[in-house]
């Protein structure tokens, strides 16, 4: 059985190319994994959240297991082939805390400013806090840069725990935040350069493009 | 060598039992695994930073690997002997969906509570932001009451993932949110009743004790 994962068949313009499922496209792409996807018109639905109980995409399926969480499908894909994780356990705890650093310790963050700027753009709280929101962000984001040092990675080779945090980092906006992090830009760049990410997010973006466009975008 | 972790030498009363070594703790109890504490004054200091980046507790340290993040360590220790993770791939999966699902789509609810609650308490947007704030925390707590059922644990036995879960929903309101579903109050209970649960917490609770008091305490 060729594993499978979900996700939406339809997702307003400025979610096309971050839909979560893009983690889960991109370690597949790394490992050289075949995979396809099944479409939901909707996450909230009873049938939708025996599988995910929070109503969210994507949900991973193979012969052996059931999962959610972006975070742990990307492990368990980086499990079944080389590409993802070193191959020394002490490499592959250190892979781990990188995907869990992301988040836990760096998403929160990134949410927080998405919550203000976006989703509650219009509640007469998020203008007041935004500042807060901004600066405990850049905190983090300083730390993080700090961690990184002038590596390539956040350790030896690329890894489940960089994916993730490239994953994390897309969100953070641009110009106005990480900007001032040159070194993570350009980590961030670096990540996302890689060819597995390009056809990942190619695919994603395939999916949302108009009918009439969509053979232009996957060919 | 026997794996040692990190925590501060000194917290706020209102923080005493709730430091983040206690997972640590619980999983070196759950696993009968031998471990030592080291005390740092502060975790903001270039030294400690250059195992913790974003200058929290615990680190962990053993003859093999360093690592930060509560839910790496606990996966880590778990790893080393039986008691926190099923012997079956599939099953580690789960537990280790548990984990992500804990830390990354129940805790930042629960923190932005905390956060209104205590940390930004004095913040003119803390009060009005409020009731958005207990909202999407009940959202997400039903939606892990409806994935618990009527069972013991969230999978077949007690793993790393109820470890981190019980951990993230200690810091709950009890009476104000939490009594709400009785199911998640009962398995917080559960979790917490555990032996080796009581003996992370008196152990944690004993550092903080006045000194006049700690022989009493750690009797």
């Known amino acids: 059985m060729t594993p499978s994962i979900t996700t939406f068949r339809w997702v ?57 969480e972006s975070g742990a499908i990307v492990l368990h894909i980086a499990r079944q082939a080389p590409g993802l994780l070193p191959a ?24 927080d400013l998405v919550t203000v700027d976006l989703f509650q753009a219009d509640k007469p709280w998020s203008s007041t806090r935004r500042p807060a929101v901004v600066e405990a962000l850049r905190a983090r984001l300083g730390d993080l840069a700090a961690a990184l040092g002038d590596k390539t990675f956040l350790d030896d080779a690329f890894s489940a725990g ?47 493009a108009p009918a009439d466009k969509r053979a232009e975008v996957t060919a």
């Open 88 to 111: 020394d356990p002490p490499g592959r705890a250190r892979a781990e805390q990188w995907v869990i650093a992301a988040l836990n310790s760096v998403e929160p963050f990134v949410t």
């Open 12 to 68: 307003p313009p400025f979610a096309r190319g971050h839909v979560r499922d893009i983690r889960a496209r991109w370690a597949f792409e790394e490992t050289g994994v075949a995979y396809h996807v099944d479409l939901v018109e909707s996450a909230k639905t009873p049938e939708h959240r025996a599988f995910q109980p929070f109503g969210q995409v994507p949900t991973y399926r193979d012969d052996t297991v059931e999962l959610f």
């Open 162 to 208: 960089d994916l993730i945090m490239a994953c994390v980092l897309r969100s953070v906006p641009r110009n106005e935040i990480l900007a001032a992090y040159p070194t993570l830009l350009a980590y961030l760049d670096r990540c996302t350069a890689r060819p597995a990410f390009r056809k990942a997010l190619a695919d994603q973006l395939a999916l949302y």
